[in-house]
């Protein structure tokens, strides 16, 4: 049921505005512990520079070999302008995916529900 409702709930985002998409430099990491806004690191979780990407952000990862849905949850002084860090729980695969230009799409532009971006 809360799948569903998830699901409901990004297609309604969809909906309301056209998301916008943009290039950005990507990286991977594998180091656990608590991310910036408190949560554990897990699967679906990115860290970006909080000036492009505020915390709470969802984006869609468009190509590569993580394409899907992600929330931004983590920052890092190293990740800065338009570059994401995606975190994998397999070291040996965080390390070998290296650095990749993707395609993402933002569905929702911080915490704010209504924040959607217009396509640019």
């Known amino acids: 049921m809360r799948r569903?409702?998830?699901?409901?709930?990004?297609?309604?985002?969809g909906v309301a505005a056209s998301p916008s998409?943009?290039?950005?430099?990507?990286?991977a990491y594998c180091q656990s512990g608590k991310t910036q806004s408190g949560t554990r690191a897990r699967s679906g979780i990115v860290a970006?520079?909080?000036a492009v990407l505020p915390v709470g952000t969802i984006l869609r990862i468009i190509d590569g070999?993580?394409?899907g849905l992600y929330t931004v949850m983590?920052?890092?002084?190293?990740?800065?302008?338009r570059k994401?860090?995606?975190?994998?729980?397999?070291?040996d695969r965080a390390q070998k995916f290296g650095e990749k230009t993707l395609r993402v799409r933002i569905l929702r532009h911080g915490w704010n529900p209504k924040a959607t971006p217009s396509e640019s």
């Open 74 to 81: 983590d920052t890092g002084s190293a990740i800065k302008g």
């Open 84 to 91: 994401i860090d995606i975190f994998i729980p397999d070291c």
């Open 21 to 27: 998409t943009m290039r950005v430099k990507a990286t």
């Open 65 to 67: 070999p993580s394409s």
């Open 48 to 50: 970006a520079d909080p």
């Open 4 to 13: 569903v409702a998830a699901l409901l709930l990004l297609f309604a985002i």
